[in-house]
């Protein structure tokens, strides 16, 4: 019988380097949220590759970053959590450096980096946007800060050398089980994965600190038999929760203007994702500070704040 090779591998870096973009890429689907805001991803979001004789069950982790409340504290102990249990790390960084060096919060990561024993990649993302010269002065920087096992250069975006990583991977993998059956791309169930596109379209949408002072609660996702229809209709409701009164009118916007462009958007997407049609309803309420409240951060499923 021919040998199976599998493992786990943790996406990690500063915000908005790429993590779910390389992370939706490599599985062919959208999965992990993305958007040009830094913080978009709050939750470790797992998918899975099978492809001939192996299979990689990637994490894609918040990007690192100061906290500035409990909810922070959450995400980045979601993202470090992560790094000891799996079989191997890739770092993103964006091809940028400060004044000539590497900037300080992917010094600070790089120290984090050092307390591991896991082999970690460097993958370098965006060379669609920086000369030759430019990267290979980078690798050479980055080469001399850390023992990578490998330091590879791609666009999540284009999809350009993104195979050379995949083959590095599959390198370090061990021999091991199908953790998953090979049809299946992810772990997180479907009401999840709708909040989180829910959540999407406000961070697209809205400016400033609003967007990130929102969660996503779906209390209702169930499936009903359309008149002549198949797939059946899937009915879903969701609550989008603010901080602010202020920050609700403008969640709601003129006329109920901005939630249904949110409920339009959002909905096409999660269409796209269940293969069936959707009716969704959206509701705001406030829950003032609820990123410093241990009990709703929690409640809106952040669990892990040890």
């Not at 916007?253 to 462009?261: F, N, P, S, T, V």
């Amino acid at each position: 019988m021919k040998n199976f090779y599998s493992g786990f591998v943790t996406l990690i870096g500063r915000p908005n380097v790429g993590k779910s973009t390389l992370m939706n890429h490599l599985i062919g689907e959208k999965i992990s949220i993305v958007t040009s805001k830094p913080q978009t991803t709050r939750s470790q979001i797992r998918t899975i590759l099978t492809d001939g004789d192996y299979q990689i069950i990637f994490i894609d982790t918040p990007g690192l970053h100061t906290p500035k409340n409990k909810l922070g504290n959450y995400m980045v102990h979601a993202a470090l959590n992560t790094l000891g249990d799996v079989d191997a790390v890739v770092y993103m960084v964006e091809p940028k450096l400060h004044k000539g060096n590497i900037p300080d919060g992917d010094k600070n990561i790089l120290d984090k980096l050092n307390n591991i024993k896991t082999p970690v990649f460097l993958a370098i993302n965006k060379t669609d946007k920086v000369a030759k010269p430019e990267l290979l002065t980078l690798i050479d920087i980055y080469s001399q800060a850390y023992p990578f096992k490998e330091i590879i250069p791609l666009s999540a975006i284009t999809g350009d050398n993104t195979p050379a990583l995949l083959a590095a991977l599959r390198g370090v993998l061990e021999i091991g089980p199908m953790y998953f059956p090979e049809d299946q791309i992810t772990d997180q169930p479907e009401r999840q994965i709708t909040a989180e596109i829910i959540r999407e379209k406000v961070l697209t949408f809205l400016q400033e600190e609003i967007p990130h002072g929102v969660a996503v609660e779906i209390t209702k996702f169930k499936e009903r038999a359309a008149k002549g229809k198949t797939p059946p209709l899937v009915s879903i409701d969701a609550t989008l929760y603010c901080e602010r009164d202020s920050h609700k009118a403008i969640l709601i916007g003129k006329q109920g203007a901005m939630l249904k462009k949110i409920g339009q958007t959002a909905r096409r997407d999660i269409e796209a994702l269940l293969g069936s049609p959707v009716f969704l309803e959206l509701w705001v309420k406030v829950k003032k500070n609820w990123r410093d409240n241990d009990f709703l951060i929690r409640n809106f499923g952040y669990n892990d704040l040890n």
